[in-house]
């Protein structure tokens, strides 16, 4: 699993994460596989909230790519 070696080698913080998760939850929407998808934005959503200097633009996509999962889980009111 290339994300297991990723993160022995980056520490758990590291500003890197997030848009690493988005990537990969980008990769298993598209696989259709909502509830993974909605597991890496939360992911990348948590990174950036408890990063030292939080990016608001990312924030927000990582909050609409979650909305997005949820919606297409037909949890519409989760994703509001």
Same mark, same amino acid.
């Given at each position: 699993?290339?994300?297991?070696?990723?993160?022995?080698?980056?520490?758990?913080?590291?500003?890197?994460?997030?848009?690493?998760?988005?990537? =990969?939850?980008?990769?298993?929407? /598209?696989?259709?596989? $909502?509830?993974?998808?909605?597991?890496?934005? %939360? &992911?990348?959503?948590?990174?950036?909230?408890?990063?030292?200097?939080?990016?608001?633009?990312?924030? =927000?996509?990582?909050?609409?790519? /979650?909305?997005?999962? $949820?919606?297409?889980?037909?949890?519409?009111? %989760? &994703?509001?």
């Amino acid at each position: 699993n290339a994300m297991a070696l990723y993160l022995q080698v980056v520490p758990e913080n590291h500003s890197s994460l997030s848009p690493t998760y988005n990537n =990969i939850g980008n990769v298993q929407y /598209a696989l259709k596989d $909502y509830k993974n998808s909605l597991a890496s934005y %939360e &992911a990348a959503l948590n990174g950036q909230l408890t990063t030292e200097t939080p990016d608001i633009s990312s924030i =927000i996509v990582y909050r609409r790519n /979650a909305g997005m999962a $949820y919606e297409a889980m037909g949890k519409k009111e %989760e &994703a509001l």
